[in-house]
């Protein structure tokens, strides 16, 4: 299989798709194969897909902006169908166009370049923007969360979903800042944080975590991500492969346990008990033991993928489609 160099990306003047080429060999694909990109972004990932086997690539994205890229890839490719939506709804989406099995899926998680770059999107601390952070159209904006949620639940949001230990420090000053004036933008918040978080030795902006942690709540993205592993284990067919682009731990431990559990032998509760096998027989063999990072060189050019960490899990060929499903 030729690899897609980061230097034939660049002159093609393809947005860095993180870790592509780890992705494309981990798909394992193969002609007349179906693969969902879940994540089309702005499709470097169904591009590559494309270029690399004679398949079909079926993308989706919940912001309607990927959506339009995906219209355009669509005219120029007949095997490609894009389609608007969240990949926890993969399942009900595909069947929708008649698909119930596929043969790899990708997801790239997190937000895209464009999304982050375009100050009006209210994802980023570096510019001046409405404090929105909503991936699709639908659903509560930051500003809304940050000026009617109380001090506790700021507090926990940006703590369980930031990581960010000062969080209470950040909830107080946000909820002193929001008596004074309504806090509508990406700089306002961002300096609330700055003055109250002290900088880094590393130089990450002190904001990072509580945009982070905002970011996630507001777009339910672990709970899309467990419910979008599940989904995908059900469409899969035996030896497709799930591959997955995680950017933090939070998500990564999601991933990895889900991986573990579909992929544990079940375990026998007591010897005078007999086995319940159809209720938690493996379904996935994990490809990764060790997520794989991206390289170096990757990381020279694209500073994003330093904290990328990709897994991958099989189908396993004897997995029942009626996993889950009591004998009666
Ligand atoms: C990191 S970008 C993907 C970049 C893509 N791999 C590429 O090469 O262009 C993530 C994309 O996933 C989308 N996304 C995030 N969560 C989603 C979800 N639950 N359902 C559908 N799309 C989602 C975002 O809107 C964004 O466009």
């Not at 997955?244 to 731990?249: L, N």
């Not at 063999?285 to 330093?306: D, F, G, H, W, Y």
């Amino acid at each position: 299989m030729s690899s897609m160099t980061l230097s034939s990306q660049a002159s093609q003047n393809l947005h860095f798709s993180v870790m592509l080429n780890e992705v494309l060999s981990s798909l394992h694909l193969h002609k007349d194969g179906i693969y969902v990109d879940g994540t089309f972004g702005v499709g470097g990932y169904s591009r590559a897909i494309l270029q690399q086997a004679s398949c079909t690539v079926l993308g989706i994205d919940r912001d309607p902006q990927a959506v339009k890229l995906g219209h355009v890839l669509e005219q120029e490719n007949s095997h490609f169908k894009m389609i608007y939506g969240r990949f926890s709804q993969m399942k009900e989406l595909l069947e929708s166009q008649g698909i119930k099995v596929v043969d790899g899926i990708a997801l790239d998680l997190g937000v895209s370049s464009p999304q982050l770059d375009q100050k009006e999107r209210g994802f980023s601390f570096r510019f001046e923007g409405p404090l929105d952070m909503r991936m699709g159209q639908e659903g509560m904006t930051a500003a809304e969360v940050v000026n009617y949620y109380s001090e506790v639940q700021l507090s926990d949001i940006i703590f369980n979903y930031g990581e960010e230990r000062y969080a209470r420090r950040i909830a107080r000053a946000i909820i002193k800042a929001r008596a004074e004036e309504v806090i509508n933008t990406t700089l306002q918040l961002a300096n609330i944080v700055r003055s109250v978080v002290p900088k880094s030795r590393d130089g990450i902006d002190p904001a990072t975590r509580t945009f982070q942690g905002l970011r996630i709540y507001i777009n339910r993205e672990l709970e899309e991500l467990s419910e979008g592993l599940k989904a995908a284990e059900a469409l899969l067919a035996p030896g497709g492969r799930l591959v997955v682009v995680c950017f933090h731990s939070l998500e990564d431990r999601i991933v990895k346990d889900f991986f573990r559990k579909k992929s544990q032998a079940p375990k026998h509760a007591s010897r005078h008990l007999p086995m319940l096998p159809t209720l938690s027989n493996p379904t996935l063999k994990i490809l990764t033991a060790k997520p794989l990072q991206a390289t170096p060189e990757e990381i020279s050019v694209n500073p994003r993928s330093r904290s990328a960490k990709l897994r991958v899990a099989e189908k396993l060929e004897n997995a029942s489609q009626e996993q889950g499903k009591l004998p009666i």
